[in-house]
């Protein structure tokens, strides 16, 4: 039996030998939607494998025949990372050598690379996550010069932003030790001879010129980083003048200069002490002097970080005082009259821009976009771009200038409490990041409307598709994908999110697909945080109808397992095609709660009548799920962990058949009446907490 993993696990020093019918099974036969990254080397698959009684999402690398790295580079790899481990360093969880195939598994990174969070369009990490990504990754660096234990130090040789990835609480760990070479430890200037391998831009000119190898030429890379982390921009900018296509170069020449403050993010500048910007940069300047002598050791990088940060700590580093203060662009005064700051629009936006600072933690960037942005993107709010709905919202698809594909949620301002949710939305998203959750990427307030604006070029909602009796395009595997992508990313949200919290209205109108059926949890309006209880009470019931818990309506108790009720719905709906509020059978023509319906047919094993026509196979097994997860007794039904087990099919719970047949025939329920596999709970809950302690 076993479960998922929902925080970092200790991984043994020895790396396990995967077959390769194992590492097809991890990836689906390499399924191309599962496919998080590629270069030279070849293709990096998300896949899920089993460790012990752990069930693990993994990064799985692919080397391609003919790729940039080859057998070498593979077999240093695997010896170098199972003789290591530290905090700082990506795991290798195994490998696989078979024939031609040669083949990394890693432990997964959620938040991607720190090149990702710096270049490409999303959400900008504040300056005090930058500054303890470095801290971590220079640990990391230090750890490998100096205290491997092994006598020989290691040098990295190819420190880089794509090679520094991000956990899910945006916790550096260095990866890629293909090029890693091993030197003695005991004297700084050692160096290693050896052929001139690496990535322009942050190559060591030492290096580049003798073939010199040093610790030392780690400490230069890692100095590019740092003016990546301060200015925002790659190393290399093969767009710029051939004066300045390197960074490293401009960065130098703009401190020379006085010039600084021209080439530093603009997300930090208006936002961060001069001194505590210019303390940073002339660290990086040490890391990059044209004498490696000259230069700092990871370690005296590591200290000069960690000052950075407490004295930033120590200081009032903000431009506003902190109780007003005012995130990314203002919106343009024209929008509003000359007393806009004591109208309503204006409380509005002081109000949100404090909501914001209030409960979105430690330095948190949100981009206030200006309308005309807002305008352009959705080609003024044209018909074309309109997704859907309501009485008080309106979802339009749209791309900002630059060409990012993005989604705008407008929210009437009429409707309080819908203002409510869309500003708790906001707060909630600004917390966390997950592959599966739409990123927030800021909003804009005019008039009559707040916008919410969202990283994510969805085409549909799962509602939109599985609702049309005329639509084909989600035939099984599509579906299940999207049912497993919701399940992964509410065990994430009850378990390992930074802050746990409930989504409270899951349902197929809050799962956003892309054009590769991609999914992505949306709709945080209801979402609340929760403490060890698992549990809030609250003073009305908020939800959609069809899709709330008769528990939740009688006790007013909001826990995980409303979520998991949410899911349930949601799976039965997925898997017949039909809407739990709305159901109607077409024998009499009667009104049926579709889950009684489901419910009825399964006792009766008459399951053909419930499955969608447009989709085939035995769906018993899901069917089954959804029962488990709709259960009127919240404690019978499965948590999220255990839904994912058994839609992986390493894990399986039993339906309570006494107590559905009483149910069926109308009969008094007992209140013992409860799924007969509760055994099987306890000790799964046993071992869950075992790991969680370990």
């Not at 740092?226 to 190393?235: R, S």
């Not at 004591?342 to 206030?368: F, H, P």
């Not at 609340?528 to 809030?536: A, F, H, Q």
């Not at 039904?637 to 006494?658: I, N, Q």
């Amino acid at each position: 039996m076993s479960f998922r993993a929902t925080h970092s696990v200790e991984f043994q020093h020895s790396c396990r030998r995967f077959t390769f019918s194992e590492i097809q099974l991890a990836t689906q036969s390499f399924d191309e939607s599962l496919v998080i990254g590629h270069g030279g080397f070849g293709k990096v698959y998300l896949g899920t494998i089993t460790y012990g009684e752990v069930l693990l999402d993994a990064a799985i690398k692919r080397l391609e025949s003919g790729s940039n790295q080859g057998a070498v580079e593979f077999w240093a790899e695997v010896e170098m990372l199972s003789k290591i481990r530290h905090s700082h360093l990506l795991s290798l969880i195994g490998y696989c050598s078979d024939g031609q195939e040669m083949i990394l598994v890693y432990e997964y990174m959620s938040n991607g690379s720190l090149a990702d969070r710096l270049h490409k369009r999303r959400a900008p990490l504040t300056w005090v996550r930058r500054l303890k990504v470095c801290i971590g990754a220079a640990r990391g660096l230090d750890y490998l010069h100096t205290g491997t234990g092994v006598m020989h130090g290691v040098i990295h040789r190819d420190v880089k932003s794509t090679n520094i990835l991000l956990d899910d609480n945006c916790a550096a760990k260095i990866a890629d030790f293909g090029l890693s070479k091993i030197g003695p430890t005991n004297q700084p200037s050692t160096y290693v001879k050896t052929s001139v391998k690496g990535t322009f831009g942050y190559m060591d000119p030492e290096y580049f010129q003798t073939g010199m190898l040093t610790r030392k030429s780690d400490v230069y890379a890692f100095g590019v980083v740092l003016f990546e982390v301060l200015c925002g921009k790659q190393a290399v900018d093969k767009s710029s003048d051939e004066e300045y296509r390197s960074l490293a170069s401009r960065a130098q020449d703009s401190i020379k200069e006085g010039k600084l403050e021209e080439i530093i993010d603009s997300n930090l500048r208006e936002r961060i002490s001069p001194n505590i910007l210019k303390r940073f940069a002339l660290l990086a300047e040490r890391c990059l002097h044209s004498r490696p002598k000259k230069r700092p050791t990871m370690a005296e990088v590591v200290v000069g970080l960690e000052s950075i940060l407490a004295l930033h700590k120590r200081t009032d580093s903000q431009v506003l005082p902190k109780n007003i203060r005012v995130f990314g662009r203002r919106v343009p005064t024209f929008l509003f009259s000359s007393d806009s700051e004591n109208s309503d629009v204006g409380k509005c936006l002081k109000s949100l821009d404090i909501y914001l600072n209030d409960v979105g933690g430690e330095d948190q960037i949100v981009n206030r976009f200006d309308f005309d942005t807002i305008v352009y993107a959705t080609k003024d709010f044209s018909e074309s771009n309109l997704i859907s709905s309501d009485s008080y919202k309106f979802v339009y698809k749209g791309r900002l200038p630059h060409g990012q594909g993005i989604t705008i949620t407008r929210y009437s301002r009429v409707y309080s409490r819908r203002y409510e949710e869309c500003m708790n939305e906001a707060s909630i998203l600004v917390k966390f990041g997950h592959a599966n959750v739409v990123e927030f990427l800021g909003y804009c307030i005019d008039r009559t409307y707040v916008y919410l604006v969202f990283d994510f070029a969805f085409t549909a909602t799962l509602a939109g598709l599985i609702f049309d009796p005329t639509c084909n395009l989600l035939d099984w595997n599509k579906r299940y994908k999207i049912i497993l992508s919701v399940a992964r990313v509410l065990v994430y949200l009850h378990n390992h999110a930074p802050i746990r919290i409930i989504h409270g209205d899951v349902k197929p109108a809050n799962i956003l697909l892309d054009e590769s059926f991609n999914a992505k949890l949306s709709g945080f309006g209801l979402a609340m945080t929760i403490n060890d209880t698992d549990c809030i009470y609250v003073d009305s019931i908020h939800g959609t109808p069809g899709y709330v818990s008769t528990e939740y309506h009688m006790t007013l108790c909001l826990s995980t397992k409303e979520d998991v009720f949410g899911f349930g719905v949601l799976v039965l709906e997925t898997v017949t095609g039909q809407r739990n509020n709305k159901f109607t059978c077409e024998a009499n023509e009667e009104e049926f709660v579709l889950i009684k319906h489901v419910r009825t047919n399964w006792l009766e094993g008459t399951m053909s009548n419930i499955i969608d026509s447009r989709i085939d196979g035995d769906l018993t097994k899901f069917v089954e799920i959804g029962l488990l997860c709709v259960q009127e007794n919240a404690k019978a039904r499965p948590t999220m962990k255990e839904v994912v087990g058994m839609l992986l099919g390493t894990f399986s719970l039993t339906l309570p058949l006494s107590e559905m047949r009483a149910r069926m025939n109308g009969e008094p329920l007992n209140s013992a009446l409860v799924s007969p596999d509760q055994d099987s709970l306890k000790d799964l809950d046993l071992l869950i907490a075992k790991d969680d302690a370990s």
